[in-house]
């Protein structure tokens, strides 16, 4: 795949000269168009629109008029929206004839991939909600996260911090959703080791207010603890006890990775065990440990 504009760096880079046509041109590349002559974007990715928002929005219209224009492609005698929906909606919903929009030469990936970046930088959307759409993004425009997070200016590690949030169950992806649990917390139990412990924790978060450290300090805890499943446990040697000191430790390399840390500690030898749960993740912790940062994305050795 080619090289691809960074869309992170404001969809209004897509505002250059248009085409010539019949509309009329009110300066700076842009033109009112009438409002019965633009369709929406057959490839928008948006499920539905804030009607309360849509309502306030239109009101704004009607006082102050369309502030940014819209972007749009020619199709035949039509056009096709490319950025800009809730303005549409709401301009239609105001009662305006036409709208201030730019028109560009768009391919069907260029809308697609536009819309998609629309969908992800909108103010309203919940940390789920964005991780979906930027899955979708990644999906259907088969990029790697790497590639996701350059179109939308965003760092790997920003990209992958969302999708691990899908690894949550629903009832905590619901909470995530109602912003009842945040994005630390949620990552911070995503170490834990099943979705029942995660569950009780995440309850034992909300009802005490722990914060995202405390939470961090609780996930450690209970992964220390024995399987109430597996049967008795067996004795440890005295040698075998953590002390505060290594739990401290052992909770700093989990906050600097994002991910589970173990460390076995013997009298002289010992090793730091490094979970990760997908290629993505290795290829991100492999640059941290090797590098110190981020750096392009490489595939996972066999």
């Known amino acids: 795949m080619g090289h691809k504009k960074r869309l992170g760096k404001g969809l209004d880079s897509l505002i250059s000269s248009p085409e010539e046509d019949d509309a009329s041109e009110i300066g700076s590349g842009v033109q009112e168009i009438p409002l019965h002559k633009i369709e929406l974007n057959p490839k928008q990715p948006r499920d539905d629109v804030d009607e309360e928002k849509l309502k306030s929005l239109a009101d704004s219209i009607e006082s102050s008029g369309v502030i940014q224009p819209v972007v749009v492609r020619r199709d035949e005698d ?114 834990l080791k099943d979705d029942e412990t995660r569950l009780k924790a995440a309850k034992r978060v909300v009802a005490e207010g722990l914060s995202v450290r405390k939470t961090e300090e609780l996930v450690s805890r209970l992964n220390r603890e024995p399987d109430e499943d597996s049967g008795p446990t067996p004795k440890k040697p005295k040698t075998t006890s953590r002390s505060p000191q290594l739990e401290r430790l052992e909770d700093e390399l989990q906050r600097s990775l994002g991910t589970r840390v173990k460390i076995n500690a013997g009298k002289k030898k010992g090793r730091i065990v490094v979970h990760y749960e997908n290629h993505e993740e290795f290829n991100r912790l492999y640059d941290l440990l090797v590098t110190g940062h981020e750096e392009e994305q490489r595939p996972l050795s066999a």
């Open 78 to 191: 039509m056009y096709q929206l490319a950025v800009g929906e809730r303005r549409l909606r709401a301009s239609r919903r105001a009662g305006l004839e036409t709208i201030p929009a730019v028109v560009r030469d768009l391919s069907d990936e260029d809308m697609l991939e536009t819309a998609l970046a629309e969908n992800i930088q909108r103010s309203d959307l919940n940390p789920i909600e964005k991780a979906r759409a930027v899955e979708r993004m990644i999906d259907e425009l088969d990029i790697t996260q790497a590639e996701a997070g350059d179109r939308l200016g965003l760092n790997r590690s920003t990209v992958s911090n969302l999708l691990r949030l899908l690894d949550l169950q629903p009832d905590l992806q619901q909470m995530v959703s109602r912003e009842t649990l945040s994005e630390g917390h949620a990552r911070a139990l995503l170490a």
